[in-house]
């Protein structure tokens, strides 16, 4: 293959192996010629060819694996939450809010204002934007903020990352990870660095080690973590901002998915000192998925550089949804439903992690629409016993950030929607298939 590549520059060599890419040439997954052997083809310093294999890494073309070589990089998938299609299975591994629980957004509808909005005018909805505003501030009561108005958490993650970031630069994630993050970072051309999360969150020694291999910025959960359900402590908060308080301008996005219908108190890292932050907040866990919409506070540079990377394509937010989400987030009613169901995610849960406990498997119901269940053996295992009874689960290996980790011993279960003759059920097929 290096007798293919051509060029007497860095750019020229990067250049080659893209056109060798884009013609079918190169196939992803392909190996490419060592740094020195491709040096001495095309007679060049050594130094050119790691500086075109670092130009293709950083275009997110190949993959350095190391002393196992550079490959040329593919659309590598990524698991993605929600039901599994076409299965016959009963679906334990969805991670979704049950529809019944959804408030029915027809009455809000009927009464939402129809005012044409025109290009030029503010992009937030002066309602919203004072609601959300009081809404952070409980939270946020000694950070100066302001707020952005997104198309759901996802978006913002994306954006803000995208306005502070160039390509290979390392961000810290928790690990194991929500799903929507790691295709975010992986898309990105990013380098995740895992921070391992117990049970009271983000570690503050891996927190530090992420640190120092010089992340530019930090995605947190700081309740409802997915998928392990855990949620920041005040002791654990204030260690990691202590920690943070000599890094101001590393970017921290907590993700605070989970909000209203957490059983937990909001804790955060972000300090009034923080020169770089952002708290998102959406409102697909309660008003459902399908209402895109997502409240970012962040620092005044922080709001200013996220609009520029809204500005050349959704510019804003439909303020008939922004209208839409207002009324059922100011109507009495509404949030009665979402209290509601805010408890009887929390009861069924602990009664499902009741029934486990009673079957001889250790549980312990944490915070968020899922349980994350521990196992005795590699969990793909007691999955594949599970399909054949029935159940469709997810394992805890979808979740790593590392592809060469250990086998996961651990089950993600979304079971709030399940009748209690189901959930016993399925609590004796998890215990035989355990065995």
């Given amino acids: 293959m290096s007798d293919q590549i051509t060029g007497t520059t860095a750019s020229e060599i990067a250049d080659s192996v893209r056109a060798l890419r884009d013609r079918g040439i190169l196939q992803p997954g392909s190996l490419l010629p060592p740094v020195r052997e491709l040096a001495a083809t095309l007679g060049v310093n050594r130094n050119t060819a790691v500086a075109a294999y670092r130009q293709l890494a950083q275009a997110g073309l190949v993959i350095s ?12 998938t990524v698991a ?4 599994a299609p076409d299965t016959v299975l009963r679906d334990i591994g969805t991670g979704n809010p049950d529809p019944r629980l959804i408030p029915d957004p027809a009455p809000a509808l009927m009464t939402i204002a129809s005012r044409p ?3 030029g005018e503010p992009v937030i909805d002066r309602g919203l934007d004072e609601w959300a505003r009081r809404w952070i501030a409980t939270d946020l009561d000694d950070v100066d903020f302001r707020i952005t108005i997104t198309s759901g958490a996802v978006d913002a993650v994306e954006r803000l990352l995208a306005q502070a970031l160039m390509r290979d630069d390392a961000v810290a994630l928790e690990d194991p990870c929500f799903l929507a993050s790691i295709h975010t970072v992986r898309l990105g051309g990013y380098r995740a660095v895992p ?3 117990d049970s009271e969150g983000m570690t503050v020694d891996g927190l530090r080690a992420a640190l120092d291999a010089g992340v530019r910025a930090v995605i ?4 409802a973590q997915n998928p392990t359900g855990a949620s920041l402590t005040a002791t654990r908060a204030a260690e990691l901002r202590a920690v943070l308080a000599d890094h101001p301008y590393v970017l921290i996005i907590e993700d605070d998915h989970f909000s209203m219908l957490s059983q937990r108190p909001y804790e955060s890292l972000i300090g009034p000192d923080h020169r770089r932050f952002a708290l998102v907040r959406s409102v697909s866990k309660f008003l459902g998925p399908d209402m895109c919409l997502a409240i970012a506070a962040t620092d005044a540079e922080t709001a200013e550089r996220l609009a520029m990377r809204l500005s050349p394509g959704t510019t804003w937010v439909s303020h008939l949804l922004q209208r ?14 979402v209290a509601g169901a805010a408890a009887h995610y929390a009861e069924r849960n602990t009664a499902f992690a009741d029934r486990l406990r009673a079957g001889g498997i250790d549980a312990t119901a944490s915070d968020g629409l899922s349980l994350w269940v521990e196992l005795g053996q590699p969990a793909r295992t007691v999955a594949d016993r599970l399909m054949r009874r029935g159940w469709l689960a997810r394992t805890g290996d979808d979740f790593a950030l590392d592809d060469r980790a250990d086998p996961s011993h651990h089950l993600r279960l979304t079971v709030h ?12 097929d998890l215990v035989a298939a355990g065995r």
């Fill in 65 to 76: 694996r190391g002393r196992a070589g550079t490959v040329v990089a593919g659309l590598e």
């Fill in 80 to 83: 993605q939450e929600g039901y």
């Fill in 117 to 119: 909005v025109l290009y």
């Fill in 195 to 197: 921070v391992p999360v």
């Fill in 220 to 223: 947190c959960t700081p309740r």
């Fill in 324 to 337: 839409l989400a207002l009324t059922q987030l100011t109507d009495e009613s509404v949030m009665a439903e």
């Fill in 417 to 428: 929607d399940l009748s209690d003759d189901d959930a016993e059920a399925l609590v004796a």
